[in-house]
């Protein structure tokens, strides 16, 4: 009854869309009358308005699977299982350094270690939107700045863009 390309649309939103209700639902129950009723649509438009900016800023890490291979984040670890190359396992205590590059059109996520081993992993890579909530637990990451980092791999004019160094 949807259009394929029109669901395939919304699905990829769908955080952001049940964040936008939440948000329209306080704005709806503020305006009903008498203060109550106002307090608690603001308290529902806090929650609205504080989920939408996160969906907003997860919304490049959501992105069709294009590349081989299956990421994982479990117990603080960032696992890729490659199908074409090589995976590994990195722990997120032991990162120092993330950066976004661009290989053969195909955009990287490169972690590195504190001993110095790299892990490569696709950003189009089945679970690599788990990432985003595994990268919120870094200290001073501007998840900003990486979701836009992200937003722009496939037409960034540099190859190589760090994204997060750990402080100190």
Do not use: C
């Not at 270690?113 to 990268?135: K, N, R």
């Amino acid at each position: 009854m949807i259009r394929p390309d029109l669901r395939a649309w919304a699905a990829r939103r769908s955080e952001a869309i049940v964040a936008t209700l939440i948000l329209l639902g306080g704005l709806w129950l503020a305006l009903r009358g008498g203060w109550f009723f106002a307090a608690v649509g603001a308290l529902v438009l806090l929650v609205g308005l504080s989920l939408l900016i996160g969906a907003i800023r997860r919304l490049p890490f959501r992105r069709g699977i294009a590349a081989p291979g299956v990421v994982e984040v479990d117990e603080g670890a960032v696992r890729y299982y490659g199908a074409a190359v090589l995976g590994g396992e990195i722990a997120l205590r032991d990162l120092v350094e993330i950066r976004l590059l661009r290989l053969k059109g195909q955009g990287h996520w490169r972690l590195r270690s504190a001993t110095g081993e790299a892990l490569l992993v696709p950003v189009d890579a089945a679970g690599s939107d788990a990432l985003a909530h595994a990268f919120t637990a870094l200290p001073g990451l501007d998840m900003g700045a990486v979701s836009a980092a992200l937003a722009h791999v496939a037409d960034q004019h540099d190859a190589v863009r760090t994204v997060w160094r750990r402080p100190g």
